[in-house]
């Protein structure tokens, strides 16, 4: 069982930016990929960013803004967020996979003027 924790979410101007965390423990060795997921009002999930040993690889709609990165040895996962745009609005959920599939509780990000 893999537990994950989500922090850095909030309210920020469009343009602006954002850093977000997630902090794992518990069975941290099964996990192959990690990544983050958004979910908008009335909106399906969807992958934002996901990593694994074979690289990074990001939605369309956020290539160029979002850098997602792993610190194996403090065994958390970073989502640098850049020039964040109104539809970037949602909850972003950290994500684990690997004997099972793990999800955090999310993190609200509000990108408002």
């Known amino acids: 069982q893999v537990q994950l924790v989500e922090s850095g979410g909030g309210l920020v101007q469009p343009g602006g930016s954002l850093r977000l965390s997630c902090a794992a423990s518990?069975?941290?060795?099964?996990?192959?990929?990690m990544g983050w997921f958004r979910q908008a009002p009335g909106k399906p999930r969807e992958l934002v960013a996901i990593?694994?040993?074979?690289?990074?690889n990001y939605a369309d709609s956020v290539k160029g803004r979002f850098t997602i990165s792993r610190d194996n040895a403090k065994n958390t996962l970073s989502l640098q967020m850049n020039s964040l745009k109104l539809e970037d609005t949602a909850v972003y959920l950290c994500?684990?996979?690997?004997?099972?599939?793990?999800w955090g509780q999310g993190t609200q990000v509000t990108v408002s003027s």
């Open positions: 990593t694994n040993n074979a690289g990074a």
């Open positions: 994500y684990a996979s690997g004997a099972k599939v793990s």
């Open positions: 518990g069975s941290i060795f099964s996990i192959n990929a």
